[in-house]
């Protein structure tokens, strides 16, 4: 279960202090898919990184799975998050230097998983997200579609109990977006992963579970 209480959150700008999140409080079973959805600049973006332990808010609490993330120290939630989370970045952020292979075992690499193990379990993505012929390409080599597609297989390889997407499909045209929402929704039914989706995709909307509408930094609504 994912819990966050009173979540507020503010950055330091040029004009002073810029509110990002003021008070976000929701409750999410395990296994079920929240969208989260409001326009650009409403916050969505921050809500994610708070939750996935990137960005400390300034007061409220996020609870992942019985753990108050933010009272673990920096060691141990760093290694709560490389087990427990999957992060799909709105721009990819695929590691520049290692190959598309190399990219979606990184995780793999990180818990443990035995080499063999893990070549298959890259080679299985692969070929899900249709990109078997592209495995030794480096990331400078690919399309923006293709980044995102690799960047939510390195998301989802090491089968975490969270995956935090963030604009997972805005840069995919319509035939791969679908696929890889039906992807990400595979994965939640059959391995029992909570998501948590920022989107203005109608498709992940129609899917999710839960639909928390934000404006402005707070949430204002929340429908089933």
């Known amino acids: 279960m994912i819990e ?16 990002a999140l003021t008070d976000v409080s929701f409750t999410l079973e395990r296994g079920k898919t929240a969208a989260v959805v409001g326009k650009s600049g409403s916050g969505k973006t921050t809500l994610l990184n708070c939750i996935g332990g990137l960005e400390r808010p300034e007061k409220g609490t996020v609870i992942c799975f019985g753990a108050d993330i933010y009272s673990l120290s920096a060691k141990k939630l760093s290694l709560f998050q490389r087990k427990n989370f999957g992060f799909v970045f709105q721009h990819g952020n695929l590691l520049s230097y290692l190959t598309v292979f190399e990219n979606i075992a990184f995780p793999l690499w990180l818990n443990g998983i035995a080499e063999k193990q893990a070549q298959l379990r890259v080679k299985e993505l692969l070929k899900k997200i249709g990109l078997s012929n592209a495995q030794a390409a480096l990331p400078h080599e690919l399309s923006g579609g293709e980044i995102q597609r690799v960047s939510a297989a390195r998301a989802i390889a090491h089968s975490p109990r969270l995956l935090l997407a963030d604009e997972p499909t805005a840069s995919l045209d319509t035939v791969t977006g679908k696929n890889l929402i039906a992807l990400m929704f595979e994965m939640g039914r059959n391995q029992g992963c909570t998501m948590v989706i920022s989107t203005h995709d109608p498709e992940i909307s129609r899917l999710a579970d839960q639909i928390i509408q934000i404006k402005d930094g707070r949430v204002i609504k929340e429908t089933a």
């Open 4 to 19: 966050l209480e009173k979540i507020s959150k503010e950055f330091r700008s040029g004009r002073g202090y810029v509110r």
